[in-house]
């Protein structure tokens, strides 16, 4: 999966030009600790942060709104009743997760905080006409997923999918593109997660929020009850 990831905290940063990579590499399991630090801020074990840990404000997060925005003409029709499924699974498999993030599907066309846009272009192809930099001039492959924050708050997040994209492959990148958007935004490369982790770079096989996956999540946004419990111990 493809992101970029921006930053107006010194200046307009970008996923590339701030040293942040796209995904961390390794050849075994890593603990809870350094898969969170991994997905969240690009850390690799023992390693420091590569981008600053962002997450959408909590009065936000209670009621994160997410709608196809934009469907391009060559989109391909056949394919809309699929995408609009796979988005209203992806969106049930994160409210029930049990962290503190709540996402509400609006109707097509609607303004979002998450705007889906089903773009024209197909594998390897630039994206254009969604009127959001980072995805706009971006080559995309099966996704593309543009984040924007400020001092550690997420303010915008936008995604699109390629007019190529399979149908098999639709529920598990939406998923993934929808987490990335909550701000975990980079995967890992390593046999112990591939096929089995949503962050996995070189599949999109996955179709739930399962073991370390949904503790990023709950630990990213955590609910009170949750807070408690890690004060206490």
Request: hydrophobic share 40%; proline share 3%.
């Amino acid at each position: 999966m493809k992101y970029l990831w921006s930053g107006l905290a010194a200046g307009l940063l970008s996923a590339s030009h701030a040293g942040a990579v796209e995904f961390i590499e390794t050849d075994q399991t890593l603990n809870d600790d350094h898969f969170y630090r991994a997905v969240a801020c690009g850390a690799a074990p023992g390693a420091d942060c590569t981008r600053q840990f962002a997450r959408w404000p909590a009065e936000k997060a209670r009621e994160l709104t997410v709608s196809l925005r934009g469907i391009d003409p060559e989109f391909p029709v056949y394919k809309l009743s699929w995408v609009r499924a796979a988005l209203d699974e992806a969106i049930d498999e994160i409210n029930k997760a049990g962290a503190a993030i709540n996402l509400v599907r609006r109707a097509d066309a609607l303004s979002a905080d998450i705007p889906i846009f089903l773009t024209g272009a197909g594998r390897g192809e630039v994206v254009q006409d969604t009127g959001y930099h980072g995805l706009d001039g971006s080559t995309i492959e099966a996704g593309l997923v543009t984040v924007w924050w400020w001092d550690g708050d997420i303010s915008t997040a936008a995604v699109a999918l390629s007019a190529d994209v399979r149908r098999r492959s639709i529920r598990s990148i939406l998923l993934e593109e929808l987490v990335q958007a909550l701000g975990l935004a980079t995967d890992i490369r390593g046999p112990a997660y591939r096929g089995k982790s949503i962050f996995d770079e070189d599949s999109n096989a996955v179709t739930r929020l399962e073991g370390q996956d949904r503790e990023a999540l709950r630990r990213h946004y955590p609910t009170d009850s949750q807070m408690s419990q890690s004060a206490s111990n």
